[in-house]
């Protein structure tokens, strides 16, 4: 899919890469465009969507806009990491706690936007790229609104594909109550395995659904399946994995 050209000339369509935490749903469904792409993943971490954000430059948005936010669980579990109380895989090494070795680990939350943004702007340094807009902020959980009495167990949803999601909607669609689910979006699942390992290792989200979004893409979609059903937390039945469509109709688990 390509930038629509035209349609808001005084308001291009932009990128935003934020966190996965499911108080972020109600922002982000007000906050996006119907034109505008989404990335989520542990932390807003720009080094774990990398070819996603490539494969979106290359389709022609020229507005990134990082957007970390306050008590973000990913900032926590990377200062545990970085104190030494919990020993992160490899991969979450690399992808997610490396970005702080040498920082305060009392510091992260505050410093995170910034972090995301000088990797965002060595990453465009290193290809020459000059004519991208590029932002980065915290969002202050006091002062947006999510539903604070929301105390079920929470779940988590993974979404293959950029194409903004209306998320609260698919949460009612996909959950028997009220219970909120936090939201993984990329363009490949091999970029965003650290971050269903975290979201099940350290938020103990045991109930994972992948979803058929639109445009549907068959091939990744069962791609991203059999990757997932062969990862060791699925296998050692530490989560369980759903497929299910966009209207939250469950296909099979
Ligand atoms: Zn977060």
């Given amino acids: 899919m390509n930038v629509p050209d035209n349609i808001e000339a005084h308001k291009p369509p932009k990128v935003i890469i934020s966190c996965m935490?499911?108080?972020l749903n109600e922002y982000l469904d007000g906050y996006k465009g119907p034109?505008?792409?989404v990335l989520r993943n542990a932390g807003a971490?720009?080094?774990?969507l990398k070819s996603s954000i490539e494969?979106?430059?290359?389709?022609?948005y020229k507005v990134f806009e990082i957007a970390a936010h306050t008590d973000c669980g990913a900032m926590k579990y990377a200062k545990a990491a970085l104190e030494g109380s919990i020993i992160p895989s490899d991969a979450e090494k690399e992808f997610l706690i490396s970005q702080f070795?040498?920082?305060d680990p009392a510091?992260?939350?505050r410093i995170n936007a910034s972090v995301q943004f000088d990797e965002f702007k060595r990453m465009l340094d290193n290809k020459g790229i000059s004519n991208v807009m590029l932002t980065s902020r915290t969002i202050d959980l006091d002062k947006i609104h999510f539903d604070r009495s929301d105390n079920q167990p929470h779940f988590l949803s993974i979404i293959m594909g950029t194409s903004p999601v209306r998320y609260l909607q698919l949460q009612l669609d996909m959950s028997a109550g009220s219970a909120s689910s936090y939201f993984i979006q990329a363009e490949r699942i091999a970029e965003v395995l650290p971050d269903i390992g975290i979201a099940v290792g350290a938020l103990h989200l045991s109930d994972v659904r992948l979803i058929e979004s639109k445009p549907v893409n068959k091939e990744s979609l069962r791609e991203a399946e059999k990757i997932l059903a062969s990862e060791s937390i699925f296998t050692s039945g530490k989560a369980a994995l759903t497929v299910v469509t966009l209207n939250g109709r469950k296909l099979h688990s």
């Fill in 35 to 37: 034109h505008d792409a």
């Fill in 45 to 48: 971490n720009v080094k774990g």
């Fill in 101 to 103: 070795n040498g920082k």
């Fill in 21 to 23: 935490d499911r108080r």
């Fill in 55 to 60: 494969k979106l430059m290359a389709e022609g």
């Fill in 107 to 109: 510091s992260l939350e």
